[in-house]
């Protein structure tokens, strides 16, 4: 994905060119279809696509924070984080 992205741009340097390739251009790869999502850079999941889930810790135990279809619980900021 990488190197297509840098080969588009056309030189090694050119990061935010390279980004907006990597964005822009879906990608076939080993787990799955990469297509990503433009306002946070995610991968959108879906059938046929990159499986990915979000995940927080709380008392020892994992929860499924997104995406929606397979959210257990609303994700809460970490206490260490200040707002």
Known sequence: M????????????????????????????????????????????GEWLIPMTWHQIWDGKSHITGPKTLKEIKYRLPPWIKQ
């Open 2 to 45: 990488w190197v297509r992205a840098v080969e588009k741009a056309g030189c090694v340097d050119c990061y935010r060119e390279i980004c907006r390739n990597i964005r822009e251009a879906p990608f076939q790869g080993l787990g799955g279809f990469y297509v990503f999502n433009p306002i946070d850079q995610s991968t959108i999941p």
